[in-house]
């Protein structure tokens, strides 16, 4: 009877002590590894839906494109083919570029007669449902104009950006006149000296680019203004000094 417990007390014993070992090196181990992948699946989790947020995002943003280089591709067909405009889709945004000739007139911003055709196309087109709610940049790039004629008839020589900015001006105030939202137009002057970025227009001519509006971020516009610094209390005047009697000394007698 003393050997079976004796055995029992040992057989316990050593059912406890692996139990022990196990759940210190292996059971104890494996659940904080299990918390930790726990709170990287968590992290995962939101990962993955920052990242389809993005994608949402950028699908609303750029699935407007083709239809609006579509629209406007075949709106300036015949301009196309014959050189003098190209239609192009980068960076969320869609490019026009007509050359300057097509419709002004040689260093000035008035139109040529010939550009009436065009200008009808520009303002129909800027007005399509494929370009609603965008906002419509129009920039010019150009080159000086010297000084010409002589006498009272003398024009002076004006400078690339002045001429682009009065032919972009030009034109959004005719575009407007012709029903195209006020709201949306931006009239931009570019330098002399823009990067090519694939364009086959190089120099001298109008661009019309159209994009999305800036997104105005959350909260952004419900900011409580800083608290103003309380002014710090006056400090407390100090005590006059009080006066020490002084008693004249009593004389010493002789």
Do not use: C
């Not at 969320?92 to 007669?113: K, Q």
């Not at 104009?145 to 008839?153: F, L, M, S, T």
């Amino acid at each position: 009877m003393k050997i079976v417990t004796i055995v029992l007390g040992v057989l316990l014993a050593v059912t406890l002590g692996a139990s022990a070992f196990f759940y210190l090196n292996t059971f104890k181990p494996m659940a904080a590894e299990y918390e930790k992948m726990k709170a990287g699946m968590n992290e995962l989790d939101k990962a993955k839906a920052e990242l389809k947020k993005y994608i949402d995002k950028e699908s609303r943003e750029t699935t407007w494109l083709r239809p609006a280089a579509d629209v406007l591709g075949a709106g300036l067909a015949d301009e196309i083919k014959s050189g003098k405009a190209e239609v192009l889709t980068a960076d969320h945004s869609v490019a026009v570029n007509i050359a300057e000739d097509a419709l002004y007139m040689p260093g000035s911003y008035t139109f040529t007669r010939e550009s009436e055709k065009l200008l009808l196309k520009l303002e129909a087109l800027l007005r399509a449902g494929e370009l609603k709610g965008r906002e419509i940049i129009v920039g010019n790039t150009t080159e000086a104009v010297p000084a010409h004629g002589k006498g009272r008839k003398k024009i002076p020589a004006k400078d690339a950006r002045t001429l682009a900015a009065e032919r972009s001006a030009a034109l959004v105030k005719h575009l407007e006149k012709k029903g195209v939202d006020q709201n949306v137009l931006i009239a931009a002057a570019y330098s002399s000296k823009q990067p090519e970025l694939g364009s086959g227009l190089k120099t001298r001519k109008l661009v019309i680019i159209i994009k999305s509006p800036p997104a105005v971020l959350a909260g952004s516009l419900n900011r409580e203004p800083a608290l103003a610094a309380k002014p710090s209390a006056p400090a407390a005047p100090q005590a006059a000094p009080k006066s020490i009697p002084i008693q004249p000394a009593t004389p010493k007698a002789n």
